[in-house]
């Protein structure tokens, strides 16, 4: 081996422990960011952090020794961090200075936008969120009602150690019941960038519980304790549910909807997965739920001479479930009069979402899109003006229902006739 | 300090060395015997030391004075009493009016109750078979010894091998015993072609090493080449065949073995029958076989003994285990300092949680749990065997609990370095895993400084070193790496036997006899025929209707060169 070769590979080697792991971050050295808030105070952007406290998460070492009783509440095993700046990645960094461990937010499950933020534009959080290199596209975007902090802040968790998780379970689980869904930053900024330019984003809103009583010993300090034997009052707890949701128009809030109007507005989007209907039994004022399993919305746009006109077409397949009446459903009669009716009620759903959202002109059915695909001459033409254009489009919603099965059994159980 | 490196560089060992110091070494015995017993048995006593176990036996044979000389450390004693001595007797009585010495010869010659009698002229012949466990009878007037085999030594007997252990398959495992393992290779291979040719390696051993092949289908390129390297080896002594691979490697330098051992007689043969050439080296259980793949390395007999579908599955286990024992502990440590985005968050937090309370970084971490076990390893494998199996329980508590106990280590690190442990056991052949258990150290270093660029740099490092290793001339990498498709059906999975049609292509050359019948798992009886025909032929009915047409056909892919 020759002196240069020799020199060449030494200097090789070199290099590699010359560079000192620039980058290494172990993993005990970092603060996962669950979930984070974002708010405007005045000119003031206000981030809220909310981070895992992993040596409280399971597994981490039982240190505490005899501390194992498991509170009757249950608590988040979080820290918050609020800071205020000018920028949200200058709040970001001011976090910093209050944090032991580098925040890291690759982990982040969920993103609130207050109020005031939503009503002054989501452009900057946008901009903030696809920009860093370590946040991702699949994070839950959420909407509040007043300020998102308080809602970070107050919650007390639920089923989940931590908001964010909690979020990432309901965006998961929420569609089975046809009220919501949770977009993620990704399909947001599909929204945004579409032909409406409009879309919606879900309202997390407190959902006072009673947290059940704990029986028996009441695991408290040995002073507090009631007398041994009672049962302590049940206590409210500020856990989280989706209600309704905000409209946007370009990134604005310009509207909400109730929680209805978001599946009206989710059945012609082709959002909802299942739904449960409860309609009026024929006769008495008792009432059935039919499921519905399977949903195909379509929204169209046809132009007749240069008279525009929207089409929602709907179609579903559903269950008979449950029924309080006596009536029998299994002929095809009676199957014929309930399509119908569930036909009707989605209608229903369907208008008055629409409504509301001519109403607030946000183009959130994206029929603004449809144009573009099918007309783009007429769309060129139309677009600058699309939000008074869709505000007095005449909209057929056609509905149509079909009942498959009728759960295990056909006819309703009845008491034995004495 | 690099000097040894220029040596291995050119190859210097495997150069032949100049005659002249071959010749000096040879001249010494390459003399003629005298004639004069009084002379030969004098020079005997003189080069042997008078060694407590050389026996001179002087005897008068036809009124000709006869030595039988033989070391009775090597020879079975029975047989020199019980045959050799008595038939001298009896040749005595008849040759009794024989004058000559040569016609003394002849008649020894002819009537010498015993199997393998040879003639030797020179001494080192006389002196190497003495020590080979031959007796020798010296003749009075004549120049020549006789050579009889009578060699008997203790040997252990023909055992299972303990390394190489299969769950279907020939339990018996090679031994220490030269002619033994010969005959375990002989009694598998019952061909006219299969070869045995000798080479004595070792200027003082005078080790026996044996070359078995098959005549005709093992490359010609390859006999030559190893014939040429076994003769220039030049060493004092041979007491493994692992000497004997060492010194005739083509890259010396790298890991990986690039020739194959094995204790199986089985597997040797197999390797036989697929072109390849067997060193046996006497004194060890291990035969060598050559030239051999990487991939070859990974296959253990019971691929072929299993029924196919099975091997396909467990073969592709035995792949994962390797990269596992070559990667996990690096992409662990990669992943937990530099790409914590790439775990689950509820992972990550657990991660986080269980390195709380551990005070060094995941590399350090991770140094010291291997270590530990490497020291475990190696303790298990020298400590008496009783004493073993304690240190393995003390290891597994030390290894286990104690160390997350202590926070030394987490224990996911526990988990990590225990499966990479139990993975790069899976390697049948034990010696490619070995190699890749000592080339994760340098992955973890490559993955805690560079993260998975490290480990994507060190793993396309180690793909080019295996690309330009040969063995024998033949490429490592060789049925993936020069694509061969026809061969692709023995290497990460396995055919069923009657879909081999054909040896592998380059150690069985290019002479790629069938090696299995094309359609022979269409010719199985009840196959051919259709089910109603074959009732009527089993309850003897009909036997005059015409058979139909064979359904049988040829396979229709390509069955090879």
């Given at each position: 081996m020759g002196q240069g070769t020799r020199l060449v590979f030494v200097m090789a080697l070199l290099t590699l422990l010359a560079t000192g792991c620039w980058d290494r971050r172990e993993i005990n050295e970092l603060a996962f960011v669950s979930s984070m808030a974002f708010d405007l105070e005045g000119e003031k952007r206000i981030l809220t952090a909310e981070i895992i406290r992993s040596a409280a998460v399971a597994g981490g070492g039982d240190a505490g020794g005899g501390g194992a009783t498991s509170p009757a509440r249950p608590q988040r095993s979080v820290v918050i961090s609020s800071e205020e700046g000018d920028t949200l990645f200058g709040a970001g960094r001011w976090l910093a200075t209050k944090l032991p461990r580098r925040a890291y937010v690759a982990h982040t499950a969920a993103v609130l936008v207050g109020e005031e933020m939503a009503r002054r534009g989501l452009a900057e959080v946008l901009d903030f969120l696809d920009r860093h290199q370590e946040f991702r596209r699949s994070t839950c975007i959420l909407l509040t009602r007043g300020p998102a902090a308080n809602i970070l802040v107050e919650a007390q968790g639920g089923l989940e150690d931590s908001l964010g998780r909690e979020i990432a379970g309901l965006a998961k689980w929420v569609r089975v019941s046809g009220y919501g869904f949770i977009p993620n930053i990704h399909d947001l900024l599909q929204d945004l960038s579409g032909g409406g330019a409009s879309t919606l984003i879900p309202v997390l809103e407190f959902s006072p519980q009673p947290q059940p009583p704990v029986s028996g010993r009441v695991p408290s300090g040995p002073g507090a304790s009631p007398p041994t034997g009672l049962p302590a009052e049940p206590e409210i707890v500020r856990t989280v549910a989706l209600d309704g949701a905000g409209l946007f128009h370009h990134d604005r809030l310009v509207g909400w909807l109730d929680r209805r109007q978001v599946r009206g507005w989710a059945w012609a989007r082709n959002r909802v997965v299942r739904a449960v209907l409860e309609l009026e039994c024929p006769g008495d004022g008792s009432k059935l739920s039919v499921e519905i399993t399977e949903v195909e919305g379509d929204i169209k746009i046809e132009a007749k001479n240069s008279l525009l006109e929207g089409v929602i077409k709907v179609k579903v397949e559903g269950n008979l479930l449950e029924q309080q009446c006596t009536h029998d459903f299994t002929t095809p009669e009676a199957l014929q009069a309930l399509e119908d009716r569930a036909a009707t009620f989605i209608a229903a759903e369907i208008r008055s979402a629409l409504e509301q959202a001519q109403?607030?002109?946000?183009?959130?059915?994206?029929?603004?899109?449809?144009?573009?695909?099918?007309?783009?001459?007429?769309?060129?033409?139309?677009?600058?003006?699309?939000?008074?254009?869709?505000?007095?489009?005449?909209?057929?919603?056609?509905v149509e229902a079909k009942m498959r099965r009728t759960g295990l059994t056909s006819r309703p159980w009845q008491p034995p006739a004495r | 300090m690099f000097r040894f490196l220029r040596c291995f560089r050119n190859l210097t060992h495997l150069r032949r060395q100049d005659d002249r110091t071959r010749a000096r070494k040879a001249e010494k015995y390459e003399r003629p015997l005298s004639g004069n017993l009084q002379v030969d048995l004098g020079y005997l006593r003189d080069v042997l030391g008078n060694s407590e176990d050389l026996v001179i036996r002087r005897l008068e044979v036809g009124g000709h004075r006869v030595a039988v000389v033989y070391l009775e450390t090597m020879v079975d004693r029975p047989t020199v009493q019980r045959d050799i001595l008595p038939s001298l007797r009896q040749l005595d009585r008849r040759v009794k009016g024989c004058t000559r010495p040569g016609e003394l010869l002849e008649s020894v010659k002819r009537d010498l109750a015993v199997g393998n009698l040879r003639e030797e002229f020179l001494w080192s012949g006389l002196l190497y078979g003495l020590l080979d466990g031959r007796v020798a009878l010296l003749l009075e007037g004549c120049n020549c010894a006789l050579l009889v085999e009578a060699d008997e030594w203790e040997k252990r007997a023909v055992m299972e091998p303990e390394i190489e252990t299969v769950i279907r398959g020939p339990r018996e495992g090679f031994t220490e015993d030269l002619p033994t393992n010969m005959s375990l290779i002989r009694r598998r291979l019952r061909s006219p072609k299969l070869r045995f040719e000798t080479f004595y390696v070792g200027r003082v051993t005078h080790t026996r090493v044996v070359m078995a092949y098959l005549e005709g289908l093992a490359l010609e390129t390859v006999l030559e080449e190893l014939r040429r390297r076994l003769g220039c080896i030049d060493i004092d002594g041979v007491l493994e065949s692992g000497y004997i691979e060492e010194l005739i490697e083509d890259f010396p330098l790298s890991p990986f073995p690039q020739?194959?051992?094995?204790?199986?007689?089985?597997?040797?043969?197999?390797?036989?029958?697929?072109?390849?050439?067997?060193?046996?080296?006497?004194?060890?259980?291990?035969?060598?076989?050559?030239?051999?793949?990487?991939?070859?390395?990974?296959?253990?007999?019971?691929?072929?003994?299993?029924?196919?579908?099975?091997?396909?599955?467990?073969?592709?286990?035995?792949?994962?285990?390797?990269?596992?024992?070559?990667?996990?502990?690096?992409?662990?440590?990669?992943?937990?300092?530099?790409?914590?985005?790439?775990?689950?968050?509820?992972?990550?937090?657990?991660?986080?949680?269980?390195?709380?309370?551990?005070?060094?970084?995941?590399?350090?971490?991770?140094?010291?749990?291997?270590?530990?076990?490497?020291?475990?390893?190696?303790?298990?494998?020298?400590?008496?065997?009783?004493?073993?199996?304690?240190?393995?329980?003390?290891?597994?508590?030390?290894?286990?609990?104690?160390?997350?106990?202590?926070?030394?280590?987490?224990?996911?690190?526990?988990?990590?370095?225990?499966?990479?442990?139990?993975?790069?056991?899976?390697?049948?052949?034990?010696?490619?895993?070995?190699?890749?258990?000592?080339?994760?150290?340098?992955?973890?270093?490559?993955?805690?400084?560079?993260?998975?660029?490290?480990?994507?740099?060190?793993?396309?490092?180690?793909?080019?070193?295996?690309?330009?290793?040969?063995?024998?001339?033949?490429?490592?990498?060789?049925?993936v790496s020069p694509f061969l498709w026809?061969?692709?059906?023995?290497?990460?999975?396995?055919?069923?036997?009657?879909?081999?049609?054909?040896?592998?292509?380059?150690?069985?050359?290019?002479?790629?006899?069938?090696?299995?019948?094309?359609?022979?798992?269409?010719?199985?009886?009840?196959?051919?025929?259709?089910?109603?025909?074959?009732?009527?032929?089993?309850?003897?009915?009909?036997?005059?209707?015409?058979k139909k047409a064979s359904r049988s056909r040829g396979p229709s892919g390509r069955s090879g060169g």
């Open positions: 109403e607030a002109g946000a183009d959130v059915f994206g029929f603004g899109g449809a144009l573009y695909r099918k007309e783009p001459r007429l769309w060129k033409e139309l677009h600058n003006r699309w939000r008074e254009e869709f505000s007095e489009l005449p909209v057929t919603v056609q | 020739v194959g051992r094995t204790e199986r007689p089985d597997k040797v043969v197999a390797d036989i029958l697929e072109g390849r050439v067997a060193i046996l080296t006497d004194g060890s259980p291990f035969v060598l076989t050559l030239p051999i793949n990487l991939f070859s390395q990974i296959h253990a007999p019971d691929d072929v003994y299993e029924r196919w579908v099975i091997s396909h599955g467990i073969r592709l286990f035995r792949f994962l285990g390797l990269i596992i024992s070559l990667l996990l502990p690096s992409l662990y440590v990669a992943i937990t300092t530099f790409h914590h985005e790439m775990i689950p968050t509820t992972l990550a937090v657990a991660l986080a949680a269980q390195r709380e309370r551990v005070p060094y970084p995941a590399f350090v971490e991770s140094l010291i749990m291997q270590v530990i076990f490497e020291i475990l390893v190696e303790a298990g494998l020298r400590l008496p065997r009783p004493i073993g199996q304690a240190v393995t329980v003390v290891g597994a508590l030390v290894i286990g609990e104690a160390a997350v106990r202590a926070n030394l280590a987490s224990a996911a690190m526990v988990i990590v370095i225990s499966l990479t442990a139990i993975a790069s056991f899976t390697n049948p052949t034990f010696g490619l895993g070995t190699v890749l258990r000592m080339l994760r150290l340098p992955m973890i270093f490559l993955a805690a400084s560079l993260g998975l660029f490290g480990i994507f740099t060190g793993v396309l490092l180690l793909l080019i070193h295996l690309a330009s290793l040969r063995s024998f001339g033949l490429p490592y990498l060789a049925p026809e061969d692709q059906k023995d290497v990460i999975f396995r055919a069923p036997w009657w879909a081999m049609y054909t040896r592998p292509k380059l150690e069985g050359g290019l002479r790629n006899f069938f090696r299995v019948k094309p359609g022979i798992n269409k010719a199985v009886p009840g196959r051919v025929k259709e089910p109603e025909e074959e009732l009527e032929t089993l309850t003897g009915r009909d036997r005059g209707r015409p």
